[in-house]
T-cell receptor, first 110, second 116 residues
Framework: DVKVTQSSRYLVKRTGEKVFLECVQD?????MFWYRQDPGLGLRLIYF???????EKGDIPEGYSVSREKKERFSLILESASTNQTSMYLC?????????FGQGTRLTVV | AQKITQTQPGMFVQEKEAVTLDCTYD???????LFWYKQPSSGEMIFLIY??????QNATEGRYSLNFQKARKSANLVISASQLGDSAMYFC?????????????FGTGTKLQVIP
């Protein structure tokens, strides 16, 4: 069975902390994505990666960075967490015809 | 740039009736794909259906069908014989290419509520 696993289901962090959200897929997919989901705004693309060490900005990259050192792992980094980054974060990996999602990480920045 | 628009924030449907969820898209890519996902209150994203831009026939998966009208740039989801378990958020998404690389963009979603 296809699997995308996010390291945490819930996280609470303080303003100014550096935050790492980890995502691992076991399907050997080249394409991986990070989204944030907010009520009324749907899923907004933060960053995506099409290969190891390769990354592209999505629609809302400000305040975030990513790392992809291995094909199966795609990390989202909040350099200095702020309260407006409180959100649900979803990781996905994809083939041409389907994107597979992790269970999501609900991040609260206090 | 690629964009997905879902204009219905919320909809109601009677159980056993059919319902259409609207989705329009904008892209300059000649090749692209369109998806629909369901997100129940549990939060998981469930893949429903996929349509490629060059597919000649509309995609169907059980009670789900995608009404693909390429000239109008629309990809509406039709759910036949609605069930109470269909109550959820529904997202339309598009796979396009950004600088030669695959990019998947989502709409804002439609909240469907099925009434007994």
């Amino acid at each position: 069975d296809v699997k995308v696993t996010q390291s945490s289901r819930y996280l609470v962090k303080r303003t100014g902390e550096k935050v790492f959200l980890e995502c691992v897929q076991d399907m050997d997919h080249e394409n991986m994505f990070w989204y944030r989901q907010d009520p009324g705004l749907g899923l907004r693309l933060i960053y995506f990666s099409y290969d190891v060490k390769m990354k592209e900005k999505g629609d809302i990259p400000e305040g975030y960075s990513v790392s992809r050192e291995k094909k199966e792992r795609f990390s989202l980094i909040l350099e200095s967490a702020s309260t407006n980054q409180t959100s649900m974060y979803l990781c996905a990996s994809s083939t041409t015809a389907e994107a597979f999602f992790g269970q999501g990480t609900r991040l609260t920045v206090v | 740039a690629q964009k997905i628009t879902q204009t219905q924030p919320g909809m109601f449907v009677q159980e056993k009736e059919a319902v259409t969820l609207d989705c329009t898209y904008d892209t300059s890519d000649p090749s692209y794909g369109l998806f629909w996902y369901k997100q129940p209150s549990s939060g998981e994203m469930i893949f429903l259906i996929y349509q490629g831009s060059y597919d000649q026939q509309n995609a169907t998966e059980g009670r789900y069908s995608l009404n693909f009208q390429k000239a109008r740039k629309s990809a509406n989801l039709v759910i036949s014989a609605s069930q109470l378990g269909d109550s959820a958020m529904y997202f339309c998404a598009m796979r396009g290419f950004s600088g030669g690389y695959q990019k998947v963009t989502f709409g804002t979603g439609t909240k469907l509520q099925v009434i007994p």
